[in-house]
């Protein structure tokens, strides 16, 4: 870089660099480039259309377009500007703190080598602070979509509050996509090293880097009790492994489960986070998505096929077993020859949230998206706290965290909460997004505690078993049809939508339609109203059809199709779950017609 006046250490031991440099702002001339809409998570799209032109100058000079207009202190404000190490970040990240610094922005802050993971940006958000609160933040991610050169980009942008903007902003910001003329930039910013905590001071422009776990780390501290799951660690029964599928998780899941809970070395396993998540995307590796499909090298090393079947294994299977995305947020977890999904993962955290000492003072409420089985609906009400339906994205949970805070103060407060998604998201209201890491840490302090209280060890299992005794099992899947045609794909949710409510009192074999309709969210905090979140059939004895189509994808469309059907606690709790609703994707078959509309007689994934 330029010239460095002095090199001195920041107070906590990271080097002060000072370069006095001068930024001057230019305004570059550009057009509107159709498409820019955000999607259930930020922008997507494939890495060569970020890369091309000022793809992603003008959404992110959108974005400060609406922040300002939007009186969000943009000027001497700090921003966060990270992402998960997918292909072309180090690069988004510099164009993005030009054209932050050139609308105002006074301090960046970055994590090393610009990695954080999604949960760890709202972390650092939220808690970080010292004077100088972040008005937001910028992730360059496309979470669980593969990455590299000829896969998917994306970028997102988080608010104060730390969690994902809402739609009355993206809608803005996509407003400003269509009518942008020009955007702004510096000119003479120096190549910043990342890779090392430092405190670059460039004019009157700051540049921070710190290390990249070290927030998150701090706050999960305060979730749960450490000691008591180093305990469980140290028992020769216990071994464990935490897959990061070379996402951004590796270097969180080495400090937090080996060295601080003393895990054995190599339990943490593809923690290096590669650009291209080890890919291509046409083999597993590169598909950092933690299913029973995309996570293959863990589920094997459990002891299951991907149908979630046991088969035998050579080595010795690990007693807990877990994996995540490629930007950490989402969390799969596993106990020997044993898959929980994440619909049940989620009742059995509620159910025993007082073993858990964030949860000390008592749940007050907790969430699920639409398609997410109604397990943990059944454990609220056992436990007499509120259970909230939201559509599918973790930004409707923002609003019921936010609520008897400083941002909704008229609203009856529902945290301490707990929320979670069919798609392998799990969280509370520590951050204001699904977080990976709190989702194992979560289990292990729940084993811990029935481990210690037991006398022996308990695993996830165990605790499935007992759950399913006490309230009955909702039987659970999820097709997907990836990639179909997209006209073609909305043709039929047309098809549906058209009919609703025409179906109520049809049989289907022995079942009948209760509900049939298009799901809507009236949301209880800012009255904002969410419609066309999904074609819903609801039978009599409470089993589940819902067809929604993905919003996270970047080509063509992905159709899923949400499967749940409930066994009371006298029922056969020990079936597999593909094959006890079998019976009703036959019947959304016919209800959707979707051979016919798509040429699908499969689908791609099954989880
Ligand atoms: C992202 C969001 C989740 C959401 C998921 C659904 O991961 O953060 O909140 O559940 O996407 O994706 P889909 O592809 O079904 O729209
Ligand atoms: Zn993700």
Request: charged residues 20%.
């Amino acid at each position: 870089m330029g010239q460095i006046a002095s090199n001195i250490c920041g107070g906590d031991g990271r080097p002060v660099i000072k370069n006095d440099v001068t930024l001057t702002i230019k305004n570059v001339p550009t057009e509107p480039i159709a498409g820019q809409a955000p999607g259930t998570s930020g922008l997507r799209k494939k890495t060569k259309v970020f890369m091309e032109g000022n793809y992603l100058a003008n959404y992110v000079q959108s974005v400060f377009n609406t922040l300002i207009e939007e009186n969000v202190p943009v000027q001497g404000g700090t921003l966060v500007v990270s992402g998960d190490g997918r292909y072309w970040n180090p690069e988004a990240i510099q164009i993005i703190i030009k054209i932050a610094f050139a609308n105002g922005v006074g301090r960046i802050w970055c994590g090393t080598d610009g990695l954080l993971s999604t949960p760890a940006t709202s972390a650092v958000i939220r808690a970080r602070g010292y004077g100088f609160e972040p008005f937001g933040g910028f992730i360059c991610s496309a979470s669980h979509n593969p990455g590299g050169i000829n896969d998917d980009f994306g970028i997102k942008y988080n608010c104060e509050n730390g969690g994902p903007a809402p739609e009355k902003l993206t809608s803005k910001m996509l407003e400003w996509t269509g009518k942008i003329k020009e955007y702004k930039s510096v000119e003479g910013l120096p190549n910043l090293d990342l890779s090392k905590p430092a405190i670059y001071k460039l004019g009157d422009k700051i540049v921070e880097v710190f290390d990249c776990v070290e927030d998150h780390l701090k706050l999960l501290k305060q979730c749960f009790d450490f000691n008591s799951i180093k305990r469980l660690m140290a028992r020769p029964d216990f071994t464990i492994v935490y897959d990061s599928m070379s996402g951004v998780q590796g270097p969180y899941a080495r400090r937090i489960i080996e060295q601080e809970l003393g895990a054995k070395p190599g339990s943490c396993t593809n923690a290096d986070p590669k650009p291209d998540f080890g890919g291509p995307s046409s083999a597993w590796h590169g598909h950092a998505d933690p299913n029973l499909t995309y996570a293959v090298e863990l589920v094997a090393t459990m002891g299951l096929n991907k149908e979630g079947q046991k088969i035998s294994s050579s080595k010795p299977i690990p007693s807990f077993g877990a994996a995540a995305d490629g930007d950490a947020d989402r969390n799969m977890i596993l106990s020997s020859q044993f898959f929980i999904s994440p619909s049940d993962s989620l009742a059995m955290i509620v159910d025993n949230a007082d073993l858990i000492p964030q949860f000390r003072a008592g749940l007050k409420g907790c969430a699920r998206s639409m398609p997410t089985s109604g397990a943990v609906d059944l454990v609220a009400k056992a436990k007499g706290i509120e259970c909230f339906e939201v559509p599918t994205g973790w930004k409707f949970f923002g609003n019921l965290m936010d609520s008897g805070t400083q941002y909704f103060p008229d609203k009856p407060q529902y945290t301490p909460f707990i929320c979670g998604e069919e798609s392998f998201g799990t969280g509370a209201d520590h951050v204001r997004e699904k977080d990976g890491i709190w989702a194992v840490l979560a289990w292990l302090q729940i084993l811990a505690k029935k481990t210690e209280q037991a006398g022996k060890l308990v695993s996830v299992e165990d605790v499935a078993n007992q759950h399913w005794k006490t309230y009955g099992r909702n039987y659970y899947a999820r097709y997907d049809y990836e990639g179909v045609d997209k006209a073609k794909a909305e043709d039929m949710m047309k098809m549906m939508s058209g009919k609703s409510g025409q179906l109520v009192g049809k049989s289907y074999g022995n079942m009948k339609i209760k509900i049939n309709d298009v799901f809507e969210y009236n949301d209880p905090v800012d009255g904002s109203v969410s419609k066309n979140q999904g074609v819903r059939f609801i039978f009599e004895d409470g089993s589940r059809i819902i067809f929604r189509l993905s919003g996270t994808g970047v080509a063509g469309a992905t159709v899923r199709l949400y499967l749940e059907k409930y066994t009371p606690p006298t029922g056969n709790l020990g079936m597999h779950q593909f094959d006890v609703v079998k019976p009703l994707a036959d019947v959304a078959l016919q209800l959707s017609n979707l051979k016919s509309y798509t040429g699908r007689d499969k689908p791609t994934v099954i989880t």
